[in-house]
């Protein structure tokens, strides 16, 4: 028996396990908020290339078990060893602990070990992990509901032993007497750990083709029903909400009252899609909920129109809004060669295609789309731009190197990281305002997005406003910048107003950049004022 890990480093890794870990990700991005289910083959993919293959060394690691005692891979070599993953929120995990408690029964020349990493599917009931005590907490919750009599060890807050092996939410690995993978899967199947552990034990080669298969018999529970448990209502809608179809419908039709009642409350609502072309033919979605004068809203970059999932039910009675996805996300088309022009020409289309007269809202990026359109545009009775428009010619936002920076964590497929480093250095998202965001079901959606993220951050660096064009609206106008905005990056906001003739500059008390998710009932105070004056 090693040492107890000193207090407040019961997860903490050993120096040579952090170096094989791989790099990019931290705890931040690691302990996501909100399971997406778009995201499996990419998480898939991961595990393939990063996990320890067969034949290959597994890596070493230092963790702590419940009782704060270190455990060291390389002290158990010399007998087989299982190593399963999991959390208390994965309904995989809990579906195979019948199996492999009574696997490590029948199995007493193998040491049988748990490692707990982040929540699979956080919500309310179990939130994703800040710190090293609330993973321990959950842990410790796993062991005791589960009645776990297999040795739980716990990772690090950052999940370094988690990635070295790969990543995944369920896999498994069976490592021989030599310290060396004998198999492993994505999915943990108990049937194939017991053949594995038999073909060791009796000197059989082992002729295991490595699965990422998840389901290969019924569950003994219905889908959905353990989200709800042990994640809560937040994790089954996120599941739900980025599912593919098939699943989604097997939900609907749960033979769970439960799940059923809860899909019906987040499919209730009265939102309907529509789509226009632009001018290059590329169809644009529009997202229709309400009733009243239309609304066009236009999201900002890293985004679709599911960012103004908190604004829309407070301003549906009033008006009938579009929320558009932009093009190159969401259900929008996207063409092979991009220009800020043709994002101008899809709100153009939008506001020309909808009754009239239409009050267009922008965000951030999206504001300089549609300050752009509504010089160009028929039917505009009103303009609100929230931090975003025109700048002046020539001057440099984002710096070329940090753009390049977000396409090497892209091309690395570390998505969640680049939204998140763009957030945090170049969109004026503080901390605590980006774990509100993160903490939302349309984060998702952001990562989607991810891509579109440079070729926005180099328009925006070449545009320049023409002020003769920019003269020409005469629509009243509404510009809106948090109190709690870098003052540097308001005041360049606010000095725009001069170029408009009737352009009135507003301050939301308390707020940053992002106030559609982070302080809803105030900006829907403000359009309320404004649009309705």
């Known amino acids: 028996m090693r040492q107890r890990a000193p207090p407040g480093q019961t997860g903490a890794m050993t120096m040579e396990q952090t170096q094989v870990a791989p790099s990019g990700e931290g705890a931040d991005t690691y302990n996501y908020l909100s399971f997406d289910y778009r995201l499996e083959a990419a998480e898939l993919e991961r595990w393939r290339l990063d996990g320890p293959a067969a034949g290959q060394l597994a890596p070493e690691f230092e963790l702590a078990d419940l009782d704060g005692n270190l455990v060291r891979l ?226 900002g970059t890293c985004a679709d129109h599911s960012a103004w999932e908190r604004m829309v039910p407070l301003l549906a009675d009033r008006f009938t809004i579009y929320t558009m996805d932009r093009r190159g996300r969401g259900a929008s088309g996207d063409a092979p060669e991009y220009a800020l022009e043709r994002e101008v020409e899809d709100v153009v289309a939008a506001v020309e295609a909808l009754p009239g007269p239409v009050y267009l809202y922008g965000h951030s990026f999206g504001a300089t789309c549609a300050v752009e359109a509504a010089a160009r545009a028929n039917n505009l009775g009103r303009l609100v731009l929230y931090e975003g428009g025109p700048k002046p010619r020539g001057v440099v936002l984002i710096p070329d190197e940090f753009i390049v920076r977000l396409e090497k964590f892209i091309g690395a497929g570390e998505r969640e990281q680049a939204v998140t480093t763009f957030m945090l250095n170049a969109a004026g998202v503080a901390r605590e305002e980006l774990y509100v965001l993160r903490s939302s079901p349309s984060w998702s959606a952001r990562v989607a997005a991810a891509h579109t993220i440079p070729r926005e951050l180099r328009a925006l660096n070449d545009y320049g406003p023409d002020a003769d064009r920019l003269a020409e609206i005469h629509a009243p106008m509404l510009l809106l910048a948090g109190e709690q905005t870098d003052p540097r990056r308001r005041d360049l906001f606010e000095q725009s107003a001069s170029l408009f003739n009737d352009a009135r500059i507003a301050v939301l008390p308390g707020q940053r950049h992002a106030a559609h998710q982070t302080g809803p009932e105030t900006l829907a105070a403000a359009l309320r004022e404004f649009l309705c004056d």
């Open 74 to 299: 390389s002290d158990l070599r010399g007998r087989p060893i299982v190593l399963e993953f999991g959390s208390y929120t994965c309904p995989i995990f809990s579906d195979r602990v019948s199996a492999m408690e009574q696997l490590a029964g029948e199995h007493p020349e193998a040491i049988f070990l748990v490692i707990y990493v982040r929540e699979a599917h956080p919500g309310e009931n179990q939130p994703a992990h800040r710190s090293l005590l609330e993973k321990r907490s959950g842990a410790h919750k796993l062991a005791m509901e589960e009645a776990l009599t297999r040795r739980v060890l716990v990772d690090s807050l950052d999940g370094a032993t988690h990635r070295a092996y790969g990543g995944a939410w369920n896999p498994v690995y069976v490592i021989g007497p030599d310290g060396r993978v004998a198999m492993r899967q994505a999915w943990n199947h108990p049937a194939d750990v017991a053949a594995a552990l038999n073909a060791l034990q009796s000197g059989a080669g082992l002729h295991f083709a490595e699965s990422t298969d998840m389901l290969r018999e019924p569950s003994r529970r219905p889908l959905g029903q353990r989200l709800i448990e042990r994640g809560g209502l937040k994790a089954l809608e996120d599941f739900y909400r980025t599912a593919p179809a098939a699943l989604q419908d097997t939900l609907r039709n749960s033979p769970s009252t439960e799940v059923r009642a809860a899909i019906g409350r987040f499919t209730a609502d009265t939102t309907e899609r529509l789509s226009v072309l632009s001018r290059d033919r590329t169809p644009i979605a529009l997202w229709q909920t309400g009733t009243g004068p239309s609304l066009l809203v236009v999201h």
